[in-house]
């Protein structure tokens, strides 16, 4: 099934360049101190091009928060290839599964985040290249060519690729651009995991603004009197973080009595649902002046595609009453939305990813053509307020976010079943202490030693996947609740046994 393509767009390397050529001795990334400008941040990027040499294919670049991964995405980009983040923290099997999945021709090495043998040609990192005549804006590269692959959580248990062209992260740079209204002066704090897309939403859009990007290992310290001393020191103005992160930093905030940094101008905050009891006491707090964007987007829509100010200078709605839900906003200007059958959103123009590779059934059933255009399914209901704000309504399928990341249970369920141990599996979602965290319903082979079996799985699990899909609790139980086609039931298998746990749980505290 053919759809129709959308036309070229400016490539996101040529606008990093000019902004680069505007003011060259700007600061670009500052990292614990160290300032990298514009000019020498171009150098290194079209060193690392040249070395990569002309379309390399895909490259794997350790993820990691420091200026070196910034370095290897742009110059992946220039050489036009395929960038593709692989966590030097994951399971080493993890890491080789995602380079095969994209298919990755070589991998980009350094100091600070070092990659497990990927059996690939390895080009290193080196801060001391010099200039290079080789520029990345003169690649011969298409609109629909790829940018980068993602992965995403899939029925399978094996990395799921999400491949993003050019044109799609080049318009959706563009619109980000305008929607955050950066400037030269700004400065981006550099927090999202380099796994997740998220990351490029605060990197790419600052970097071809001729804005700085801030990192700090303090942004992860995981205390908030230090992340609050390291945003005035650094004078961060642009805050984007994970919709829970933003729920403690508010209560904090609220039972301190501390407020925001002076320097912060814009705090955007996306990945679940918005708790209308933090937006309630952000409003109460001396925010007026700061911008709350809340956000929406899916890896395969690329970035952001719907947003809304929930508070501050132009914002629509002056305060929270703690019982109103927010809305995800209305589409940025280069979006198609409709809402389609089961009050599905459907995404559509220039910013779809071309889909799975090598998965030609699953980009199938994720994509449809609507009157000869592409639209992404996103398994979201949503609904509309008649002055066309989108409220997020739940999920038309199982699929949950965790920390913000989509999970597919079936993905851990797979791995799960993998266990000699195990017969059957379900896997769902749960609240605990106010956060979405996995559950797992585990029924043992006959003759299975069922002592310690969930510590087992919870240990055979992390040698295989990230952390955010291994469950936070393990329950061993004789049976799972099947529905009349005799599949499992998550939901009912859930509610059968958590109401045991949660027994249990109360005579622990006793």
């Known amino acids: ?24 001795e700007r600061a670009a990334l500052v990292h614990e101190g160290r300032v990298v400008t514009y000019r020498r941040l171009h150098e290194l990027v079209n060193d690392l091009a040249g070395r990569l040499g002309a379309r390399p294919g895909a490259v794997a670049v350790p993820a990691a928060h420091t200026p070196e991964t910034v370095v290897a995405l742009l110059g992946v980009l220039a050489a036009g290839g395929v960038y593709c983040p692989v966590d030097p923290a994951f399971p080493p099997a993890r890491q080789k599964e995602m380079a095969s999945a994209a298919e990755c021709r070589a991998a980009i090495a350094f100091d600070a985040a070092p990659l497990p043998q990927l059996d690939l040609p390895v080009v290193q990192f080196d801060w001391e290249a010099g ?9 011969e590269v298409r609109p629909e060519d790829a940018a980068y692959v993602l992965f995403t959580s899939g029925s399978t248990g094996r990395p799921k690729p999400v491949a993003t062209p050019r044109r799609a992260i080049s318009v959706s740079v563009r619109s980000l651009r305008d929607l955050f209204a950066l400037t030269e002066e700004d400065r981006v704090l550099q927090f999202a995991s380099l796994n997740w897309d998220t990351s490029l939403e605060e990197i790419l859009p600052t970097l071809t603004a001729g804005a700085t990007l801030v990192f700090d290992r303090e942004a992860h ?13 650094e004078r961060v103005s642009v805050l984007d973080l994970p919709t829970a992160f933003w729920h403690e930093l508010v209560l904090h905030l609220a039972e301190e009595g501390t407020p925001l940094p002076d320097c912060v101008r814009l705090t955007v905050i996306g990945g679940e649902a918005v708790s209308p009891a933090r937006l309630a006491d ?6 007026g002046r700061i911008r709350l964007v809340n956000t929406y987007g899916c890896t395969e829509t690329t970035l952001i595609t719907h947003a809304v100010d929930l508070h501050g200078p132009g914002a629509p709605v002056p305060a929270w009453d ?26 559509g123009g220039p910013a779809l990813a071309l889909g799975y590779p090598g ?21 979201d209901r949503v609904s509309r307020s008649p002055d066309g704000l989108l409220t997020h309504e739940g999920r038309i399928d199982d699929e949950i976010k965790i920390r913000g990341i989509r999970v597919d249970p079936a993905e851990v369920e797979a791995h799960l079943a993998g266990h000699p141990a195990v017969n059957a599996v379900a896997v ?48 061993v139980v004789p049976q799972l609740v099947l529905t009349t086609s005799g599949k499992v039931d998550r939901k009912a298998s859930h509610q059968r046994y958590a109401t045991v746990n949660r027994s249990k749980e109360t005579v622990d505290e006793r």
Do not use: N
Not at 5 to 21: C, K, M, V
Not at 282 to 287: A, H, I, M
């Open 221 to 233: 310290s995981g205390s908030f009197p230090r992340f609050l001393r390291m945003v005035e020191r």
């Open 1 to 24: 099934m053919q759809c129709e393509t959308h036309g070229t767009t400016p490539d996101l390397i040529r606008d990093f360049t000019e902004a680069a050529l505007r003011d060259p």
């Open 131 to 139: 200039a290079t005549a080789v520029d990345g804006c003169g690649r």
């Open 282 to 287: 952000w409003s109460r707090l001396d925010t």
């Open 322 to 347: 703690g019982g109103t839900r927010a809305p995800i906003g209305r589409p940025l200007p280069h979006v198609v939305e409709e809402i389609g059958d089961e009050d599905e959103l459907l995404i």
């Open 428 to 475: 769902t979602g749960a609240t605990t202490v106010g956060r979405a965290a996995l559950v797992a319903y585990v029924v043992p082979r006959p003759h299975a030693v069922t002592r310690d079996l969930d510590a087992d799985l919870r240990s055979y699990l992390r040698e295989r996947v990230p952390t955010h899909l291994v469950p936070s609790r393990i329950t």
């Open 359 to 379: 998965l030609p059934g699953a980009t199938e059933k994720a994509y449809a053509c609507v009157g000869g255009e592409r639209r992404f399914r996103t398994g």
